[in-house]
């Protein structure tokens, strides 16, 4: 069996059985508050998104549901999708007040409905270098997003070349005829940390040239994972 189809039909997320490790396998109350405020800042800022108030907006393998309850409380509509028993439990415990919904992301696919789709660090995306399969969750969500929506992506690069090729997803996707945007790698971190200084793209070009120096020694001597955000626009 393929690595990627042994990790989709893995019903357990064996991680959040441990309760005092799941904060490093799904994002906390406060990291995601600032998260949120840092992707608006892309959506809104860089790739110029607007959003209708009565959008409807779902985060796909959303773990314990902070960054989807973060969403929310600025107005944007997100469901939030899990998989398996062991998250949906976190899921309820920690953010009951969702609309929870359970569900495999790799049968996702509703025509047209989404204004905006989130995903973050699902690890079949992100740390399984399995193109066919990686290029049809992908292709699902955009034929999901309504015309004009977005799919936001953020995944990490950890184990490259175990990882998804994201240079390759890309430049696919660039000559995807449903799509008029394909965003470039942008670096989480920068947004993170940097968001309250970000205006533009250039702004953030400058910032990513001033940060590079810093996110390459850490990737080179202390095996960081660079965690990257691409974006993906539905023509109208
Ligand atoms: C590393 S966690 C990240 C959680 C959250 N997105 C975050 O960034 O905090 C990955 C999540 O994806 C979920 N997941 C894995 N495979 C999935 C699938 N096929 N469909 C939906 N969710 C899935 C896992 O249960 C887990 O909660």
């Known amino acids: 069996m393929s690595k990627f189809k042994e990790i989709a039909n893995t019903k357990n997320h064996d991680e959040y059985k441990n309760n005092q490790d799941i904060f490093s396998h799904t994002a906390d109350e406060s990291s995601s508050q600032n998260m949120v405020d840092s992707y608006l800042v892309l959506l809104y800022k860089i790739i110029g998104f607007n959003l209708a108030s009565n959008n409807k907006c779902i985060d796909v393998g959303c773990g314990a ?12 509509n997100m469901d939030a999708l899990e998989y398996s028993d062991d998250a949906i439990k976190i899921l309820k415990e920690n953010n009951s007040s969702l609309n929870i919904i359970q569900g495999d992301m790799l049968k996702f696919k509703e025509d047209n409905k989404y204004d905006l789709i989130f995903s973050r660090e699902v690890y079949l995306i992100t740390r399984v270098n399995s193109f066919t399969e990686q290029y049809q969750v992908i292709s699902n969500m955009i034929d999901s997003l309504k015309p004009g929506g977005v799919f936001m992506l953020v995944g990490s690069d950890i184990s490259f070349p175990h990882c998804m090729d994201y240079n390759l997803m ?3 996707y660039r000559k995807d005829d449903r799509l008029c945007l394909v965003s470039e790698k942008y670096y989480e971190v920068i947004f993170n940390k940097l968001h309250k200084y970000i205006f533009n793209k250039l702004s953030y070009k400058v910032l990513k040239l001033i940060f590079f120096p810093l996110i390459w020694y850490k990737k080179k001597y202390k095996k960081w994972a660079s965690q990257y955000i691409i974006v993906f626009k539905k023509k109208k």
């Not at 549901?65 to 944007?76: E, L, Q, S, W």
């Open 65 to 76: 549901g902070y960054i989807a309850g973060a969403f929310n409380r600025v107005k944007i």
């Open 170 to 172: 890309i430049n696919i």
